[in-house]
């Protein structure tokens, strides 16, 4: 088994279980939680048929690096990684709103952007904009967790009319969130990368406020390559991409944009190792380090096993 595409997991203790597009979250003990970072990609909001391997290792262990790298900044949920695949961390009630953080003007806001809108998420923009420019400074355009669908934008002021977040942790969120995007921006700089936009979600355990989930990875960020970014931005050229993108661009270009009556194209076996080749390529952009793939045949014996240890410890 080359790539791990779904668990069926009983841990010690285990609660509850819930498979998300990319993860599956189990409940240990209703104390914390392990995360098992599959296989499992998705495009346009659907789960593609083939899992690729390596990729549930690239995500978990840059999210691992980066969450160790900023928790000077803010606690986070993280209580040990006992495998490539795994984060096991305390269990946090989630703010029901994803803060997306933008120093470009790149993807959503863009498109928004040109279709003559001046505003995103509350936030004004100034005219004369081409896509990819560097804003005055970052903005914060935060979406809504959706339980089902897509999640929608939404301003600041809507956030606290409506109580889904109260303006004093709102306002920490704000710090944490222009906190961290300046971190992983020296971070990228190092690396010749540009952190272009990325998203971070936070919750709380009692009155305090921790980073949740996975942070500055490939399928939450948006890299550019900074050598040839300001030769690119003059002349008009597309910036060359550190990201997902380039999967959508294949499923775009085979005629699936997650559309009703679109089929997702076949996913051959060279079309899988070629999206596993350059997750690898991502993670060594990113760490600066070089990826070693675990050279375990039984991997979900492994994840088990690793896991299950850790389980015993914590409790």
Known sequence: MRAIKETHFNFPQQSSFYKGKVRDVYTINEQFMAMVVTDRISAFDVVLPEAIPYKGQVLNQIAAKFLSATKDIVPNWVLATPDEMVTIGRIC??????????????????????????????????????????????????????????????????????????????????????????????????????????????????????????????????????????????????????????????????????????????MTSEIVDLISDRYIELYEQITGEEFVKNPSTDILNRIEENTTKAIKALL
């Open 93 to 266: 009630e989630p703010f029901k709103v994803e803060m997306v953080i933008r120093g470009y003007l790149a993807g959503h806001a863009w498109r928004e952007y040109a279709a003559g809108r001046r505003s995103v998420c509350g936030v004004s923009l100034p005219e004369g904009l081409k896509e990819n420019d560097k804003l005055p400074q970052p903005i914060i355009t935060p979406t809504t967790k959706a339980a089902i669908g897509h999640d929608e934008d939404i301003s600041k002021e809507d956030i606290l009319a409506k109580g889904i977040v109260s303006l004093a942790d709102y306002e920490k969120l704000e710090q944490y969130t222009h906190a961290l995007y300046q971190r992983g921006t020296e971070i990228a700089a190092q690396r010749g990368l540009i952190l272009v936009d990325t998203k971070y979600e936070f919750g709380k355990v009692g009155d305090e406020i921790y980073l949740i989930d996975e942070i500055h990875t490939p399928d939450s960020s948006r890299y550019f390559y900074a050598e040839g970014y300001e030769e690119r931005q003059q002349q008009n050229e597309a910036q060359k991409q550190l990201s997902k993108e380039f999967v959508r661009k294949w499923l775009i270009e085979n005629g699936f944009q997650g559309k009703d009556g679109q089929a997702i194209p076949a």
